[in-house]
């Protein structure tokens, strides 16, 4: 099975740097991916990551050590409108299921 | 380009009345898709999950059930709700796009059930 972990909450300040961890036990590895979601609204796609390493979207960026069992996601130059939660989700390694696991996601607010 | 749709928006539904929630996809063929549910504050639970027409996997036991009558439309059922049943319910595609099995999910229906 697939297990993650998130934190449940973080605070930021608008114009700051933030980090949200995700750590990941599970039976096989094809990939993990980030996603956004804003309050009452459907997650929306950030980023993926398969092999070790960083991503860099922009702002954002992912990371990602599959030997440890561990990514980040890193928001820059934090904005209002980042306030969301971010959901970390592991692909599940039957391949033609498509089917991720979702951790229950951290909440970010961003304050003035 | 791709589009997901679902509706109704908003539901409230009576304990032990029917559900029918409907999905449908544009813009691609032969999608993977999903019914998520999502408690207040919490992540999404996988309920089904379909690769093609007729073929449904359940996820968890429960009283809802799924259908897959066309490529790309995608049904979630119950014949008795209960107040546990109450929730965001979203659907979700994935395909080959710039990276496979990302999902792209519908705007969602929230259901009360009172």
């Known amino acids: 099975g697939q297990n993650i972990d998130q934190p449940t909450e973080m605070t930021a300040t608008e114009g700051a740097i933030v980090q949200i961890n995700c750590t990941y036990q599970?039976?096989?590895?094809?990939?993990l991916f980030w996603y956004q979601q804003h309050a009452g609204e459907a997650p929306t796609f950030l980023s993926y990551?398969?092999?070790?390493g960083l991503e860099e979207k922009g702002r954002f960026s992912s990371f990602l050590s599959r030997s440890k069992g561990y990514s980040y996601l890193l928001l820059k130059e934090l904005q209002m409108k980042d306030s969301a939660s971010y959901l970390c989700?592991?692909?599940?390694?039957?391949?033609?299921?498509?089917?991720?696991?979702f951790g229950d996601g951290t909440t970010l607010t961003v304050k003035p | 380009s791709q589009t997901i749709h679902q509706w109704p928006a908003t539901l409230v539904q009576p304990v032990g009345s029917p559900l029918s929630l409907e999905c449908t996809v544009e813009?691609?063929?032969?999608?993977?898709l999903y019914w998520y549910r999502q408690a207040a504050g919490r992540g999404l639970q996988l309920l089904f999950y379909?690769?093609?027409?007729?073929?449904i996997s359940s996820e968890v036991p429960q009283n809802l059930s799924a259908s897959r009558p066309q490529d790309r439309q995608f049904i979630l059922s119950s014949k008795k709700l209960l107040l546990s049943d109450s929730g965001f319910y979203l659907c979700?595609?994935?395909?080959?796009?710039?990276?496979?099995?990302?999902?792209?999910f519908g705007p969602g229906t929230r259901l009360t059930v009172l």
């Open positions: 990551n398969v092999l070790d």
């Open positions: 599970t039976s096989g590895f094809n990939g």
């Open positions: 979700a595609w994935s395909g080959l796009g710039e990276y496979t099995d990302t999902q792209y």
């Open positions: 989700a592991v692909r599940d390694p039957l391949i033609n299921a498509g089917k991720s696991t």
């Open positions: 379909s690769v093609g027409i007729g073929q």
């Open positions: 813009g691609t063929s032969n999608p993977n």
